[in-house]
């Protein structure tokens, strides 16, 4: 507690060392120089919504805006010979944001998901997408070092689409013991749902590209040939839930609205950049898609552009989706929903990460209604049409799956600067309770 605390004050003494500064060494002139830098900070967000929401002529004065502000508030400070105050400042500010972090970071982690011993499997059975991951599974030597720790191996390397599903069937139709998947998260949510209905453990090789499902089970993603250990001694087994979107199992989550339109277009897949500026627009002027209503517990959103449900909820309310989830054996489904239909919206959400137009939830059902028979969803990456209303469920402890014990585990997301508490713990009066 002693550290915080003396963290927290020299938050607050790095801040005022900022003001000294700018004070000390550039005078009156701080004030103004103070000022232009937060109004070409807001020309650059504004701008920057602008430059997503808006074609032609002016998506590219604001994308001018965006380059240019920032030169402009330098030269401003160069001109005014305080261009090094400003850098300093700027040094000290962050200096204090960095110390603020770590007065108010959780004293200690918690317990995290509980896990217990059992054997190792004798008859495990892996499906490994060579592509996966710009070829992964060649490059750390995968179905090798799977097979000298017994382990059989089924390749999708074609020549057509393989039926993940059927395989992982007739896997367990012959005594397989134990069901894994190195590859996306897509692949690994099919080889889970039949896991689970089997009531066998199910083993996750980080061999995809991102590797959100891995992350959050604490695994290495560096090396994907270190989740083999726990087919051997070395494994434990953890109980962990299943999110579930029209009978279809999710381990990540599901997306509504922009997300999922973008995704759905063919032309996504080859030009991911130019396809999203080119449809962003439409979505955020609400010309694209359906209309959405998003229901969560006795919560109803109406008119969001987007909506992310989680199998439970990412850590701050992660606003798209790429945060991580602290444990995945909550029970509850995160439900994060988003709103944006003006520059001043766009602002708030990019200053703060949250905003008047986010709406974050938990609850064990979330409902997404449409003025749509069907509507595009993003199912762990992966986009379905689905038939509105669209529900998803939380299946709690569904799914039993076997990870190393020597893990790098999940890192603590970084906090919120909470300014009023940050000043209670700076306080040379004794600490509140609870601090």
């Not at 001109?79 to 400003?86: A, C, P, S, Y």
């Not at 695994?219 to 087994?237: I, K, S």
Request: charge should be positive; include cysteine.
């Amino acid at each position: 507690m002693t550290q915080r605390r003396w963290l927290a004050r020299a938050a607050f003494a790095l801040i005022l060392a900022a003001a000294a500064v700018m004070i000390g060494f550039a005078g009156l002139a701080s004030l103004a120089m103070v000022a232009i830098g937060a109004v070409g900070a807001c020309l650059v967000l504004a701008n920057g919504y602008w430059f997503l929401a808006r074609r032609g002529l002016v998506r590219w004065l604001a994308f001018g805006v965006v380059i240019l502000a920032p030169i402009a508030v330098l030269v401003v400070f160069a001109l005014n010979h305080v261009l090094w105050v400003g850098l300093v400042s700027v040094v000290l500010v962050a200096a204090a944001i960095g110390a603020a972090r770590l007065a108010l970071a959780p004293v200690a982690a918690g317990p995290g998901m509980p896990s217990r011993e059992v054997p190792p499997p004798q008859r495990a059975f892996l499906i490994m997408n060579p592509r996966s991951g710009g070829g992964k599974v060649a490059r750390f030597g995968l179905p090798d070092k799977a097979r000298a720790l017994g382990a059989e191996v089924a390749l999708l390397d074609g020549p057509g689409p393989v039926d993940v599903a059927a395989l992982a069937r007739k896997a367990v139709a012959g005594g397989a013991d134990l069901l894994g998947v190195a590859g996306g998260d897509g692949t690994q949510a099919l080889v889970a749902a039949i896991a689970a209905e089997h009531d066998l453990p199910f083993l996750i090789i980080s061999a995809g590209t991102r590797n959100h499902f891995a992350m959050d089970l604490g695994l290495d993603r560096e090396d994907p040939a270190a989740c083999l250990d726990a087919l051997t001694a070395d494994g434990v087994e953890q109980r962990i839930d299943l999110g579930v979107i029209g009978g279809r199992v999710f381990v990540n989550n599901a997306s509504f609205g922009a997300y999922a339109e973008i995704v759905e277009s063919p032309a996504y897949r080859d030009d991911k950049r130019g396809t999203t500026l080119r449809l962003l627009p439409d979505i955020l002027a609400g010309h694209r898609g359906a209309a959405l209503t998003a229901t969560a517990g006795d919560t109803t959103i109406t008119g969001p552009q987007a909506v992310l449900v989680s199998n439970n909820p990412y850590q701050g309310g992660d606003i798209a989706g790429l945060s991580r989830r602290a444990r995945l054996d909550t029970g509850t489904l995160g439900m994060v929903a988003v709103t944006v239909n003006s520059a001043a919206a766009a602002v708030d959400l990019l200053r703060r990460g949250r905003g008047h137009g986010v709406t974050v939830l938990t609850a064990e059902d979330v409902v997404v209604d449409a003025d749509a028979a069907e509507i595009p969803v993003g199912i762990d990456g992966e986009t379905v049409m689905m038939a509105t209303p669209v529900r998803c469920a939380i299946r709690p402890r569904a799914l039993r799956v076997r990870v190393p014990r020597d893990r790098p585990g999940i890192r603590p997301p970084k906090p919120a600067i909470d300014w009023p508490t940050l000043r209670r713990l700076a306080s040379f009066r004794s600490a509140p309770p609870g601090t």
